[in-house]
């Protein structure tokens, strides 16, 4: 069985992790926003959310 080229797994794997990464963070901010306010500002921030 041929393995798939190492640069196309590579990049694969970072967008993976970016699509997580933005996953996470909403749920973080969403969750622990309100003992650490500056994670909830910083996401609203990223996401776009004025007020």
Do not use: C, E, H
Request: no cysteine; hydrophobic share 45%; net charge positive.
């Amino acid at each position: 069985m041929p393995r798939p080229p190492r640069q196309l797994m590579f990049w694969l794997a970072v967008g993976g992790v970016s699509l997580i990464a933005d996953v996470l963070m909403n749920l973080a901010a969403d969750r622990i926003g309100g003992a650490i306010p500056g994670l909830k500002t910083l996401n609203d921030y990223r996401t776009r959310r004025n007020g």
